[in-house]
């Protein structure tokens, strides 16, 4: 079981960049492929990326390939989201989770506004 901390939310406008952690506390993290998840207002949440973890390997969905990077140092049990090119379709609330998600692991998220 890992508890999940977000972070480095805000508001930036079209075009910007942000960069989110996720901590984690537990032993295990290293154990685990880590996800980044978004819930925008009135949509259900949906996958942004995963980052396995063994090797690294990372997957993205759709809407962000080319613009977001997941991105893990299991030394200090955090998992980052490198968000540029930022659009207004990407305001939501962003969870980290274990990939699959477990209920049990969401955290409060960080809010990301995209918007002039």
């Known amino acids: 079981q890992l508890q999940l901390v977000e972070s480095g939310g805000g508001l930036v406008q079209p075009g910007g960049s942000l960069r989110l952690s996720c901590a984690a506390s537990?032993?295990?993290?290293?154990?685990?492929?880590m996800g980044w998840y978004r819930q925008a207002p009135g949509k259900e949440r949906e996958f942004v990326a995963s980052?396995?973890?063994?090797?690294?390997?990372?997957y993205y969905a759709d809407p962000v390939k080319g613009r977001f990077t997941i991105s893990r140092d299991n030394a200090r049990n955090t998992v980052y989201l490198q968000m540029n090119s930022l659009k207004p379709e990407d305001t939501a609330i962003y969870y980290c989770?274990?990939?699959?998600?477990?209920?049990?692991?969401w955290g409060q998220g960080t809010q990301v506004t995209v918007s002039s």
């Open positions: 989770n274990i990939r699959p998600p477990t209920s049990t692991m």
């Open positions: 980052i396995a973890w063994r090797g690294g390997g990372t």
């Open positions: 537990g032993r295990t993290f290293s154990m685990y492929d």
